[in-house]
């Protein structure tokens, strides 16, 4: 069944929520596009940047959003509106994931760095993979972050201290 259909080339990454809303992060517009359970399609958030490459859920109903080129994470409110949330030097946000604390972990390129970003937007590097992009994180039932990366395509398991 298709649920949406936009005029984008990409879409990069989709966020399904409990309620049934949908956002989807576009490529080459950097655009967040909201989904209804209706079915219609809006333009949620519209960054500077070309690409949103991450979405995950932010406190209260809103969301984080990770761009690039030049990548930069935004928290974005209920209403649309937006504040820069993190802005690290990393070329690339590929992937966002959010622990059991509110912390919000960032998959980074070209230097292959996971950041930790704390509830309050401050952030500082956690790990560095040793490879060219981290390209997709989750957090583990058990609390661990695990994530992907390029050159070479590795799987790390990391604890709440960062260590693998």
């Not at 809303?21 to 219609?40: C, H, M």
Request: glycine share 12%; no cysteine; charged share 20%.
């Amino acid at each position: 069944m298709l649920v949406a259909e936009t005029a984008a080339p990409f879409l990069w990454t989709v966020l399904a929520l409990p309620d049934g809303t949908l956002f989807a992060g576009s490529g080459n517009e950097g655009k967040v596009l909201r989904v209804g359970r209706d079915g219609k399609m809006s333009t949620f958030f519209d960054a500077a940047e070309l690409e949103v490459h991450a979405i995950a859920a932010a406190p209260g109903g809103g969301l984080y959003v990770a761009t690039s080129p030049d990548g930069k994470i935004y928290e974005v409110a209920p209403d649309g509106t937006s504040k820069t949330f993190f802005d690290p030097e990393d070329k690339y946000i590929w992937a966002l994931a959010v622990d059991r604390t509110g912390n919000v972990f960032a998959a980074t390129g070209d230097k292959g760095v996971i950041y930790k970003i704390t509830p309050a937007g401050v952030g500082s590097p956690f790990y560095k993979t040793n490879t060219t992009n981290v390209v997709s994180l989750a957090v583990a039932p058990s609390g661990d972050l695990i994530a992907g990366t390029e050159s070479p395509g590795r799987v790390f398991k990391l604890d709440a201290s960062g260590k693998a």
